[in-house]
Structure formats: C-alpha cells, structure tokens
C-alpha cells in the first residue's frame, strides 16, 4: 500500500524566511496530496491541496510543488509569521471511485521564531 | 464551515473494559473517518465508512469496530481495551463531491487504558 515519508520531523525557522516541508510517497497512483495544520493542543485542519493534473499550487503565503516523477511533493511558507508555528502533515490519495482514503506522513513540527 | 463533535473528549478506561467512541457530523458528509495520533506514526487510518449501514477496515483495524448507524453518527467500539491503544483519536468527515475534497476533523478524543 502507500506509504508516505515526511522528511523533516522538525523545522526552525527565522520570522519572514521561508520554510520548506519535503514528503515523498510511494504509490505512482496516488493523484491528490493535501496537507493539514495542527496547532498545539488542537486538532487538524486543511490548508492547501495539489492535484496530479498540476505541479504547482499558490495559496496567499502558501506553495505547493508536485514532482510526480521524483514522486515528491512539498510546502513551501514564505514570510513566516509566528502563527505558523505547528505540525504539518502530508497526505496522499489515490482518491478511488468512494471516498478520500488518505495515508498522512507523521507531521513536522515548524517553529517560527520571532 | 464543517462541524465534527466527539464525546467524550477524555477518557480513562480499565483493560479488559469496553470503550465507545462517538463522532456526529452536521456536514450531511457521506464519508467517515476514524484515525489515532501518536508520536511517531503522524495519522494513521482504524476504520471509514462511506454512508449509513456501512463500515470498512482502515489499516490498523485490529482491536477495534466500528459502526454507522445513520449519516451523522459513527463510532468506533473498543470491545477490550488494552495499554497499547492508549492515544488521541480523531473523527473526521468528507464528501467526495465536495470541490476541495476535504476532510473536516472532529476535536479529539484523548484515551488513556490502564
């Protein structure tokens, strides 16, 4: 099955440089790649997707690059601000005929500081 | 925005006992997720469901049911509890309709098994 490999379990990070969270997956069917946002104490939430069909997504602050033959996809967050730091999770899908089965990489841990 | 209650938020369970788990969505979500976080391991996938009446094995099933009874509600029955699933349990929804294929998690319920 999928496995997804979320490269750097933790990340520090200036104010307003920019971060970058790596995740590599393994099934060359998985076609949808979200990623979720965990602030401390609380539960996820999504902030930003890429589907297959595209290599790059932006999202006001937020990038996402696809590299489907690397079978690596990223985060990028530029102008980090202190309310960035969490955990982020990857994910991916291969988003079958029902349902949104998603195998998430074991987070990375972003701290912004000021 | 997407509303995914659980009850209860903590709980303290004896081994060998029973353990029920309860997640409501007022999403009108077709799809039902229940996943457990722990360090090490990000989210990793125990049972979904796809609609009323329907349960399927996520990918650490073992030690847990679940059950669907109608669109909103779906729990996830611990029928003896054992230390090793001591962790936070997350519930979530989504839709494949739904344009962003979301997923909309619920707040978490933490379990400790002694």
């Known amino acids: 099955g999928e496995k997804v490999e979320q490269h750097e379990s933790t990340l520090s990070v200036r104010e307003g440089d920019s971060a970058v969270i790596n995740c590599t997956y393994t099934d060359t069917a998985s076609s949808y790649f979200p990623w979720y946002k965990q602030e401390a104490g609380k539960s996820l939430h999504f902030v930003i997707d890429?589907?297959?069909?595209?290599d790059r997504k932006q999202s006001q602050r937020l990038i996402v690059l696809l590299d489907k033959k690397a079978k690596r996809f990223s985060l990028h967050i530029t102008a980090t601000q202190p309310e960035d730091s969490a955990i982020y999770f990857c994910?991916?899908?291969?988003?079958?005929?029902?349902?949104?089965?998603?195998?998430f990489g074991i987070g990375t841990l972003l701290s912004v500081k000021p | 925005e997407a509303a995914v209650t659980q009850s209860p938020r903590n709980k303290v369970a004896v081994t060998g006992g029973k353990v029920t788990l309860s997640c409501n969505q007022t999403n009108n979500h077709n799809n039902m997720y229940w996943y457990r976080q722990d360090t090490g391991h990000g989210l990793r996938l125990i049972h979904y469901?796809?609609?009323?009446?329907?349960?399927e094995k996520g990918d650490i099933p073992d030690g847990y049911k679940a059950s669907r009874p109608s669109q909103e509600n779906f729990s996830l029955i611990l029928e003896l509890a054992t230390p090793s699933q001591t962790s936070v349990y997350f519930c979530a929804s989504g839709d494949a309709r739904d344009s962003q294929d979301t997923q909309y998690f619920g707040p978490g319920t933490r379990l400790l098994v002694l």
């Open positions: 994910a991916a899908s291969d988003y079958g005929s029902s349902g949104n089965k998603l195998i």
């Open positions: 469901s796809y609609g009323a009446g329907s349960t």
């Open positions: 890429i589907r297959s069909n595209v």
